[in-house]
């Protein structure tokens, strides 16, 4: 069996221990202390709450994704679908859905996991106050049970249309819950400092900043080595190389690229830089369709401004050399065509830098002749 997985949340023989970070961590949420956990998209952020928060004897993990919710029914919905995922034997299930049957739910059965699942189906947006609700009784529980309350993807709380009073109710409840502790995750800096870090925001500075960065080199080789150990593969000091330059060192980006060579080469053999190049070429014809599909969606000034950022790096945008490779005349077209591929999500600006969200993405474009 292929042993890299991506995209999703990994745990066991394919998680790589961060262990100074699931101290801190760890040490947090002891105190009741609430955190943020920041960090590039596939870095680790959620395998690394889970990881450490799932082994934490005498503590629960309550676990809401909030990803891509667009109202506050989403927003009850996933909360009470954690709750009634965590702890059905414990009669938590019953209460939950007592709670919330005035909001006439209705349950089916997920297809994937076999767990019970609520969902609202109303044309009318159901108050915040039953967030309220839940966030009090999760602290009802903490009490015979401690807990910890990890809402991943919190960004998206921003998309609800009444956000700011959604927010303002979260956080006044949030705060009186002061020994159970929350982990907020999110993988969209500038929305997530919007929250922690505008002095308007109800979330100014309530939560200890945890930054998530690419694991060590040492230990994630080691990883890599042994997970391919098990077919008896080899890897060339070469390969390792390789596959660290054109994944950027971005965990989830280095075991899909781990994934593909995999998936090309034979137990009992030893791996070199050439079959890291073919591994690239499989991934690229997993990723064809959705570059494509990409590109055919943007302006000729995003496109070459996308084609700029690909040969030349995503540093000075603005300047004269960039301006003379894409051909376009004004910086200010420039401004906005990059604008919009950050709108995207096909680019992202970090330390001065605009960085393309894969990749592979950028080699894909880099050698295409687009
Ligand atoms: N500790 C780890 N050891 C090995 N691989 C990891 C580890 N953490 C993450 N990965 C790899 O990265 C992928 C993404 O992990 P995860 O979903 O935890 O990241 P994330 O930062 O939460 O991503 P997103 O920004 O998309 O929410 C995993 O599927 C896995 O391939
Ligand atoms: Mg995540």
Known sequence: MNPFKYGQIVGDAHYCPRLKLEKTIKGHIVSGQNILVEGERRVGKSSLI????????????????????KTTNDLIARIVNALISLDKQAGVFEKVVKMVSHLRP????????????????TNEILPPENVESLLD?????????KSIVVIDEFQDILNLGNSDQVVAMMRSRIQFHSDMAYVFSGSVRNDMDRIFYDPDSPFFKSAIKIEVG???????????????????RTLENEAVESIYCESGERPGDVQELCNALWSITEN????????????LQVVFSREK???????????????RCLVGVAHLGGKGVQSGGFLKF???LHASSVKKAIGRLVDLKILYFYKKEYIFNSPFFRTWLKHSNI
């Open 268 to 279: 009992d053999t030893s791996l070199n830089q050439a079959d890291v190049a073919d591994a």
């Open 289 to 303: 369709a959705l570059y494509e599909h990409s590109v055919s969606g943007l302006t000729s000034n995003q496109l």
């Open 50 to 69: 889970v990881h450490t928060a799932a082994r934490m004897k005498g503590y629960r993990m309550v676990y809401i994704d909030i990803n891509q919710i």
């Open 214 to 232: 690419p694991l060590s080199r040492e230990a994630f080789s080691r990883h890599i080595i042994g997970s391919f150990m098990t077919g008896r």
């Open 326 to 328: 894409t051909g376009i």
């Open 137 to 145: 009784f999760i602290y009802g529980e903490h009490k015979n049970r």
């Open 106 to 121: 209705s349950l089916s059965v997920d297809s994937f996991s076999g767990d019970p699942c609520i969902s609202f189906h």
